[in-house]
């Protein structure tokens, strides 16, 4: 993980990259998740078991209330290969099957075209009336 978020390439739209002390932070952060929603965000790996991103369904605030996010990193040389979009659909589809919320969003910096295009080949479309605190970022949404 800390390779992943220490990557500038993968942490281009982020404030900075992720040092070791931040990286641990944010896989605790995923632990308090699985213990008090039994989701967050999990590992990608090749059917060969390489670990290659993280993708999964967190809380985050959107117009002021709780929205289910699908968000995805993967590592750069495995970035092309269509596995975020197969990471997101299957995150969709859980959120759908287990009756999270009625709704999933995508928060995408305006200019991350590539997990624009994730969120839209999962089915999601920008939605102006959805607002976050960043006012770089675009809130994607779909009904579940
Ligand atoms: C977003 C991200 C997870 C996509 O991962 P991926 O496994 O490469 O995605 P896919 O292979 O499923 O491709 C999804 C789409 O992005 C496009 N894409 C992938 N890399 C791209 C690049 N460097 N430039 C432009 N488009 C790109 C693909 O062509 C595809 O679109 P298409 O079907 O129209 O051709 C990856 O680029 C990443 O980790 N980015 C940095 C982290 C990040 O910004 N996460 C999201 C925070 S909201």
């Not at 197969?86 to 928060?107: G, K, N």
């Not at 969120?119 to 939605?127: E, H, L, Q």
């Amino acid at each position: 993980m800390a390779d992943l978020l220490g990557d500038p390439r993968v942490m281009e739209y982020y404030p900075h990259p992720k040092d070791r002390a931040e990286a641990a932070g944010w896989i605790n952060w995923n632990r308090r998740n699985y213990a008090a929603y039994e989701h967050g965000l999990w590992i990608i790996e090749t059917p060969e078991g390489e670990f290659i991103g993280d993708c999964g369904l967190t809380w985050q605030k959107v117009n002021e209330t709780a929205a289910l996010e699908v968000g995805f990193h993967v590592t750069p040389s495995a970035q092309g290969f269509g596995y975020a979009t197969e990471a997101a659909l299957a995150c969709r589809d859980f959120a759908s099957s287990h009756a999270l919320a009625s709704r999933l969003v995508s928060i995408v910096h305006r200019d991350n075209r590539p997990s624009q295009r994730v969120a839209a080949k999962i089915g999601m479309n920008p939605d102006r009336t959805l607002t976050h605190s960043s006012p770089v970022h675009l809130v994607y949404a779909m009904d579940l």
